[in-house]
């Protein structure tokens, strides 16, 4: 009876908020089965095609700031144009890079389509966050934050497997056995592109906005930092907080190939188990959140991830290989609850630039941490690139330790 009344409180809660909630749910998770199914192959396709693991680095860093910076573009744009188109060309973006990695028969072609592709990827995922935080009132939105991640997460928790078994019938790690995954990225992306212009509704408060602003670019981030709490201190912290992820995105499956000698099979494997461990502790995180406080929960998910990094570097065999990637989701739990935390300490109205700032700082971490990440790799060792992700998130706690607790915000 308490398991079916909770199930019908989530089943209600999912329901509550507007329809571009559940809608851009769907274009999100079909997103992220597209997205996972070829970024976990990303840094070994490239070394295929005849990259060095630092330049590895560099290439995925250029595509994430230029994506940044469209990213800040584009926040800006939110209350003329509203997320709907942003959604739609940036889906045509993503195809567009995904094709140009199809066709990529040499590095140059390769770069040209990873630097297309991360930064369409980058510039609209900054700006998903305006659906949760226009359409979710305070007291729920770090449970609806963790609901829409949770279930958008389970077509993203079987693409590395499935991209796994591509790879082995197409004839293993090599630039041919994984070519086929960025067909299948174009011809997904293209769909998806379409189903957001057919069904995507734009949220009602950035409606309101649309017709009422007339407030000029600069006029607007005056305002944003004049009204928002200590926003300097937290893009402080969040570039802490995110440049592990960002490295580690990178080199966890050079990593595991190429010093635990892992197979296709286990390098999916670990970025299933990943998003295993983000589907089980989603929901329940997100409570913990909204009931006792997001700093809270974010400084023991930080923890947790740090373990999990020196578990997998110093992992004996391939199986602990796939039990760190479990405990590795700790980290899209920490960055989905301070999501909920920046969205707290901003006004509603200026949510785009906000976000739009967010995804700069984010651009330039995208570059500046693979390639930090990729000159440890090359010149003291590939230890040293974990090393490295393990001190940026001891770093952060300090910071996050002076942040106001938002959540007392949310129930005043």
Not at 230 to 235: F, H, N, T
Not at 360 to 389: D, E, Q, R
Request: glycine share 10%; with cysteine; proline share 4%.
């Amino acid at each position: 009876m308490n398991l079916y009344k909770e199930l019908s409180k989530w089943v209600h809660f999912f329901f509550e908020p507007e329809k571009p909630y559940q809608i851009n749910l769907i274009r999100a998770a079909s997103q992220n089965f597209l997205l996972w199914l070829v970024l976990p192959m990303q840094s070994i396709y490239l070394r295929s095609l005849g990259a060095s693991g630092s330049q590895v680095g560099w290439i995925t860093g250029l595509g994430g700031l230029i994506g940044g910076i469209l990213c800040f573009f584009l926040g800006t744009l939110v209350h003329k144009l509203g997320v709907k188109k942003i959604f739609m060309w940036g889906s045509l973006g993503i195809a567009v890079g995904g094709l140009l990695l199809a066709i990529a028969h040499s590095l140059l072609v390769a770069i040209s389509g990873v630097v297309i592709f991360l930064s369409f990827r980058y510039g609209i995922a900054g700006l998903c966050r305006t659906i949760c935080g226009t359409c979710l009132e305070d007291d729920i939105r770090a449970r609806g934050m963790q609901l829409c991640d949770t279930l958008s997460a389970v077509p993203r928790l079987v693409a590395p497997s499935v991209s796994g078994v591509i790879v082995f019938l197409f004839g293993g790690l090599v630039a041919s056995g994984i070519r086929p995954l960025y067909y299948i990225e174009f011809a997904g992306f293209c769909l998806i592109a379409f189903l957001v212009w057919r069904l995507f509704i734009e949220p009602r408060k950035i409606k309101e906005e649309i017709k009422k602003d007339g407030a000029g670019f600069r006029e607007r981030f005056h305002q944003l930092f004049k009204q928002g709490n200590r926003l300097k201190s937290w893009i402080l912290f969040r570039s802490l907080a995110y440049m592990p992820w960002y490295a580690a995105l990178v080199y966890v499956p050079l990593f595991a190939k190429e010093v635990k000698h892992a197979g296709s099979f286990t390098v999916g494997g670990i970025q299933t188990a990943m998003w295993v461990g983000t589907l089980l502790f989603a929901l329940p995180m997100g409570s913990l959140a909204d009931r006792h406080g997001r700093k809270r929960v974010t400084f023991v998910m930080i923890l947790i991830y740090i373990l999990s990094i020196l578990l997998f570097i110093f992992s004996p065999n391939r199986l602990v290989l796939v039990i760190s990637g479990f405990f590795q989701g700790s980290v899209m739990l920490s960055m989905v609850t301070q999501s909920a935390m920046g969205i707290e300490l901003i006004p509603i109205p200026f949510i785009g630039e906000w976000l739009g700032t967010m995804g700069l700082v984010k651009g330039v971490l995208a570059l500046l941490s693979p390639a930090i990440a990729g000159l440890l790799w090359g010149t003291f060792g590939p230890f040293y690139t974990f090393y490295f992700v393990i001190a940026s998130s001891i770093i952060a706690l300090p910071l996050l330790a002076i942040m106001p607790e938002t959540l007392v915000k949310a129930e005043e």
